[in-house]
């Protein structure tokens, strides 16, 4: 499936309403190991001869699906658009895991040809016909229902742009457009929550719904860290000590705080006046947040210092600990809960239809056992670094940056 980034992202959205079946593919082909070795990738040797540079091009079955074949072309087709679309992120990966992040690609791709052949057989047979005019009126009409709209025009334009091919990216969502069918033929609004359900399970994980205590602060922010290495640390503090008292007297003297810190802070949330917006506890480091939920609306904190600098908080606004109404939380957890029901059913079906199916891989294919590849440090949650502290970094205009929440994590 094509993805597309940026502002086209909420094409995604747009593919992603009748291709809920694919997803789900890809969820059940997560859950294989993959092989322990590419067999696939031949490595000659400096003295081979011409046709091993050529070898690849020969096409090969690779598995066979109720003797139906998937090809080497097939699958290195797939694979190296999954390749191209995860690019940005693997050339941030140590060599080591973007080589087995590569391998266990592969597989899972493999594994998503295999269910697709799978429920392509059960399409067919419950004698559903997906027409080039169903997909293009479905595809606009979810086009149209995105904000702001996606014309077809817009989104074919993206994917040539990207290097995908509109006709591949149409197939797919008529296929997935072919599946829902064949969903809505065996479980019709079984699947489906209704207000009862949805109530009962509002009312037995009330913590899914609890709102914490939430405070809404501005903040003037001058860094201590040195931004030249070669600078005396203890003179770039001692700057920033003056500076923040000099902003301080401003402030109580009744000087416009939005003012002062949109000419002065070093954080980013400068643009927004130092609005950090709602949040709840745990939500900042602890100086600034002791000092944040300590004041009441419409207070100014003292000098507060943290491991980024001096900082000056004022408050805007409050919002006591309480609970999400049923109404309020209802739709969303009605689509929730909906999801959820229909993927496990899609999950055992599919896995029924596996258990009965006759699959034969190539000597080298399949979900051989394989150790999965070593895990970096999440980029969500990175460990406290110098980096991370020298220079403020672009967050959400809710979370001040660099400080209280970039050195909370």
């Not at 969502?173 to 065996?186: A, D, I, Q, S």
């Not at 049923?326 to 929730?336: M, Q």
Request: net charge neutral; with cysteine; glycine share 6%.
């Amino acid at each position: 499936m094509m993805r597309v980034t940026g502002g086209p992202g909420r094409l995604m959205s747009f593919l992603g309403s009748c291709v809920l079946i694919l997803i789900v593919i890809s969820g059940l082909a997560c859950q294989k190991k993959a092989p322990t070795a590419d067999t696939n990738t031949v490595k000659p040797e400096p003295s081979a001869p011409e046709p091993a540079a050529v070898e690849p091009l020969i096409d090969k079955t690779v598995v066979t699906v109720n003797g139906q074949a998937i090809t080497e072309l097939e699958l290195s087709k797939r694979v190296a658009l999954a390749m191209k679309q995860a690019s940005s992120r693997l050339a941030s990966l140590p060599p080591q895991y973007a080589e087995q992040v590569k391998k266990q690609a592969r597989q899972q791709v493999l594994e998503n040809l295999v269910v697709e052949r799978l429920l392509d057989e059960q399409v067919v047979a419950a004698g559903i016909k997906i027409t080039d005019a169903d997909i293009l009126a479905e595809m606009t009409k979810t086009g149209a229902q995105q904000q702001p709209p996606v014309t077809l025009e817009q989104f074919k334009t993206t994917i040539e742009a990207q290097g995908g091919n509109f006709e591949d990216v149409k197939k797919d969502f008529g296929r997935g457009m072919g599946y829902m069918k064949l969903m809505e033929t065996k479980w019709g609004d079984t699947v489906k929550i209704g207000d009862e359900e949805a109530k009962q399970y509002y009312d037995t994980h009330p913590n899914d719904f609890a709102i914490p205590e939430q405070v809404r602060a501005s903040h003037i922010l001058i860094l201590t860290q040195p931004k030249d290495p070669n600078a005396d640390p203890n003179q770039v503090k001692a700057a920033a000590k003056e500076k923040i008292e000099k902003l301080y007297k401003q402030v109580k003297d009744g000087e416009d705080f939005a003012a002062i810190a949109k000419e002065n802070s070093d954080c980013p949330s400068a643009a927004n006046g130092g609005d950090l917006g709602l949040n709840p506890r745990g939500g900042w480091v602890k100086p600034f947040e002791d000092a944040a939920f300590a004041l009441k609306v419409g207070d100014v904190s003292d000098i507060v210092e943290t491991q980024f600098g001096y900082h000056i908080i004022k408050v805007t606004d409050r919002k006591d600990a309480g609970t999400t109404p049923f109404e309020e939380a209802k739709p969303a957890l009605i689509d929730g809960l909906s999801k959820e029901k229909r993927q496990t059913a899609v999950r055992q079906y599919v896995q029924s239809l596996r258990e009965k199916a006759k699959i034969v891989y190539a000597e080298g294919e399949g979900p051989a056992a394989i150790a999965p590849a070593p895990k970096p440090v999440a980029p969500s949650q990175p460990a406290p670094s110098p980096a991370a502290t020298t220079a403020p970094a672009t967050q959400p205009a809710t979370t001040p940056a660099p400080e209280p929440n970039a050195a909370k994590q």
